[in-house]
Every structure is written in structure tokens, then in C-alpha cells.
């Protein structure tokens, strides 16, 4: 009998499942975030119109530029979006600050925070957060995602050498490289990864030829065929 009271107490008192949080419309928009060093700093969301469940979510780090205010939105309109469509994913795409250099730690803690905020905020899937960037946006996967492998999934550097941390990396990577790099010559990028693989990294290399450095429309075909990639690294 008092085992059976106990139960019942249980069940009555047990914690309902908290319904996914609500989301804007669909579409792009401005918005901006105070970043943990206080500043205020712009980011382009985008919210697809047919949100995959359980939700997942992108974070995209842009390319080097004159960084004007939502700078990263061109990258998210060119590349990104058209190319990772399929996974139905929430998009967050911030500017770097004011050093204009993803591995810096000011940087660092705004992309962590940003990361952190869009999960809760948009009832996002832990275990579906991609990283994501190219070119100086690439090296900051790299370095990023290898230093908060408890809080992304998946790792998608594109035309980037890898930076990463000191320790060892288990979260799944899939690098993207065009054989025509003009910026990032072949050799050198090879080189970077044998290195990383000596580690012990296990990492999938993707390579293609036709596109430059600066050719963010090159890279949209082959990062449409890493969707599959990504969906078995969120174990889909």
C-alpha cells in the first residue's frame, strides 16, 4: 500500500514535458545580442519555413571583410542557406566584433553566448548544432568548435587550414576545400590536416575543383552534398 501512495505522489508530482518554445515567422531578420563583453553585437536569424523537429540549429561564422553592421548576411543568403535548405535548421549568423578575428576570446565568448541563448530561446535539440564558417569564419570552427565540443555537434569548416585547441577532437568534422584556392594553395591545406590526423583526429576531407577563394557561389554545390553528412553526424 505504501509503496502504491508513493507512486501515485510521483506521477502527480512530476515535472510535464515543457512544450518547444514558440518561434518568429518565418524568414531573415536583423536582430542584435549583448555579447558578454557588453557590447551590442548584430546577427542575421533565419528561421526556415518548415522547422525540422526536433529542432536543429546552424551557427555561421563569416568570411574577412570590412565588417559592416549584419556583414554575415550576404554569406547566409549566398552560401549557406541555399546549400543546408534540407536540414530545416534555425540559422544564427553573428558579426565579429571589433578585433575581426573569430579566435579571439572576445569573439569566442559572443559566438558561445549567441550559441547558448538560440537553443534555449528556440527550443533547439542539443544534440543538432552545427558550427560552421568560411575562410577566417572556417578557422574559427576550427578553433571554436574544437574547445566546445559539449555544446556543438558537428563541425563544417570550408576553405580554412585547421587551428584547432591543444586537445584531442571527437566531435565529428567534415572539412570542405576547393583544389583551385588561389588564397589556401592545396599543398599547405594537406599538410594541416595530415598534421591533425597524426593527432589522432579522425576528420572526413572533402575536395573539388572550379572555385577560387573569394567564389562563396562555388561552394554551394558541394556543401549541399555534406547534408547527408551532417544528418549522420546528428545520428539521422
Known sequence: MRVLVLLLCLAACATPPRPPASLPAPGLARERFLAPSGATVPYVLLIPERPSEPRALIVVLHHAGTITPYFAEAMVKRLIAPALAPLGAIIVAPDAQEDRDWESATNEATVVALTEQAIQRYGIDPTRVLLTGYSMGGRGTWSIGSRHQDLYTALLPLAAPPTPGPGSIWVPICAIHARDDD????????RSVEQLERR??????????GARHQDLEGFVAPLAAAVPWVLEAWGR
Open 183 to 190: 588564397l589556401i594553395p592545396l599543398e599547405p591545406f594537406l
Open 200 to 209: 589522432g583526429v579522425h576528420l572526413e576531407l572533402r575536395m573539388f575543383s
